[in-house]
């Protein structure tokens, strides 16, 4: 192997093939290099989110019809990132090599990915690189969900998974829109989602968030767990229900919760929405200014290094991370 050709490979976490995060390993492989629109990110950390589970696994099914139907087009696992740009491509007007990025890439569980300019902005200042990877993708899919209840400063919320990478988020993002929060998390967690501004917690291991005789305007459903029929119960007449979380839709689709809401919300006064949230430059610039600002923090559970992606995976799909872990290449 010639000096030149080592320039030109990297560290990377890589499948060849969809399961558990058994799969997942630790390889040199090929550098990416940048398309014209595109460019190539040196990655100083990666945050875990769910989207890489379903990549990793290929379920639902229907991921496969993007990502592969036997294997993984793009064998490197991981979307969040934050970096220093290290090329561009030829019609990158927005970035130049040196500048510190965040957003999301195509396989940031390595030492370089390759990134879309649309969907990176410049980091924000006051956040390191750790604390600016775990923003993109979770809370965009916060952001996106909470615009679409409509959400009005005095209005009450009820968020599930609250003390999880979305929900920590939600949360926030909530109290600064004026909302009167009330989070869904295990016991270990109740304490976490209150210093996040949450006014109530509901320990869902203890209590039936229906069985109590209140009513909320919105319902923001991360955990992907309740039917649509016992969460509209806890809905207002003429409340929103935002589903977000997909880990309970099925194996095919992962969207049977979402069409079934989409058949009864058919003349009725409540409304059933179930947005797209894909991460772009325009809410990133929105969540950068909130950052700077200090009105949202991120919050880093557990930090991992390129090498233990696996067990930081397994934590993620057995909902042990408080807020959101991420890998750490620098």
Known sequence: MTAHSTDLLMTAIVQDRYGSADVLQLREIERPRPRPDEVIVRVHAAGVDFGVWHLMAGLPYAVRLVSGLRRPRNPVRGLELAGVVEEVGAKVTAFAPGDEVFGVGEGSFAEYARAAQSKLAHKPSNLGFAEAAVVPVSATTALVGLRAAKLEAGQKVLITGAGGGVGSYAVQLARAMGAEVTGVCSTS??????????????????????????????????????????????????????????????????????????????????????????????????????????????????????????????????????????????
């Open 189 to 330: 967690k109740l304490d976490f989602v209150r210093s996040l501004g949450a006014t109530d917690v509901i320990d869902y291991t203890r209590e039936d968030i229906t069985s109590a005789d209140r009513t909320y305007d919105a319902i923001i459903d991360l955990a992907g767990s309740r039917s649509v029929s016992s969460l509209r119960r806890a809905l207002a007449p003429t409340g929103t229900l935002v589903l977000l979380g997909g880990e309970g839709g099925g194996t095919w689709l992962g969207m049977g919760r979402q069409v079934w809401s989409q058949i009864i919300g058919i003349g009725a006064r409540q409304n059933f929405r179930s947005p797209l949230a894909l991460v772009n430059e325009k809410d990133l610039q929105v969540l950068k200014e909130m950052l700077q600002t200090g009105k949202l923090k991120p919050v880093v559970d557990r930090r991992y290094p390129l090498s233990e992606v696996p067990t930081a995976v397994r934590a993620l799909a057995a909902g042990h991370s408080r807020g959101k872990s991420v890998i750490t290449l620098s």
